[in-house]
């Protein structure tokens, strides 16, 4: 079995726009990714590492342990073998409570890359490949995200395209979330259950020629 570890955030953990409620595991991306994967008769696993509000490489001033460097080689570690790690993280690094611009996410991108592959994986382990996905650009902010990602809809801007610029650089995958799926409507932020189904039936598509040995 080829285990693919998904490290993201609330877009990736399901959060139901609107609500503090989560899409089952055969809704969300990763689920679906899986199921597709699954039945195309490739003997996979898909782990999700996805917490809410996960930056790149910085702190939440409110809530501990949302700086997503920090203990990540230790959960590459972890879960090794691992034939692909799914990077999907940026938008939270738009919060209002940040002035950071999508050159600054995408180095932040460009560090958890980095991280993954000095993990202190086992000897003989494989350094997985590393899939960097966009995610789809944040709109209009609103109802209980509205203070939360005020001005996020202009900080993002361009972040699709510095991503794929550090994923060139360090040779990595890059697939673009904002192609097949869309913020939703009810907060500008999380994604509803058709556009999770929409993203994991397109990354189907992306990850096979992707994944590393069995």
């Known amino acids: 079995m080829r285990q693919i570890l998904v490290?993201?955030?609330s877009l990736s953990w399901g959060i139901v726009p609107g609500t503090r409620a989560r899409h089952p595991?055969?809704?969300r991306w990763p689920g679906v990714l899986e199921r597709q994967l699954t039945e195309a008769g490739?003997?996979?696993?898909v782990i999700e590492d996805c917490l809410n509000g996960r930056r790149t490489v910085w702190e939440d001033p409110f809530k501990p342990g949302r700086n997503g460097l920090v203990g990540?080689?230790?959960r590459i570690e972890l879960h090794s073998p691992l034939a692909l790690v799914?990077?999907?993280l940026g938008n939270n690094d738009f919060q209002s409570m940040h002035p950071h611009t999508a050159w600054h996410a995408a180095?932040?991108?460009a560090a958890l890359a980095g991280a993954i592959r000095r993990a202190p994986i086992e000897p003989g382990m494989p350094v997985p490949p590393i899939l960097i996905v966009a995610p789809p650009p944040v709109t209009r902010p609103a109802g209980t995200m509205a203070d939360k990602f005020r001005g996020a809809d202009?900080?993002?801007r361009g972040l699709a395209a510095a991503l794929e610029a550090v994923a060139a650089q360090a040779g990595c995958a890059?697939?673009?979330a904002g192609g097949v799926a869309r913020c939703s409507p009810t907060d500008g932020v999380h994604l509803d259950a058709a556009d999770h189904i929409a993203l994991g039936e397109a990354l189907a598509t992306v990850v096979p020629p992707l994944l590393g040995p069995a």
Do not use: I, P
Not at 42 to 45: E, F, P, T
């Open 7 to 9: 490290y993201g955030d």
């Open 25 to 27: 595991f055969d809704v």
């Open 42 to 45: 490739l003997d996979v696993r």
């Open 72 to 74: 990540l080689e230790q």
């Open 86 to 88: 799914v990077l999907m």
């Open 107 to 109: 180095q932040g991108v």
């Open 154 to 156: 202009e900080k993002c």
């Open 174 to 176: 890059f697939y673009d």
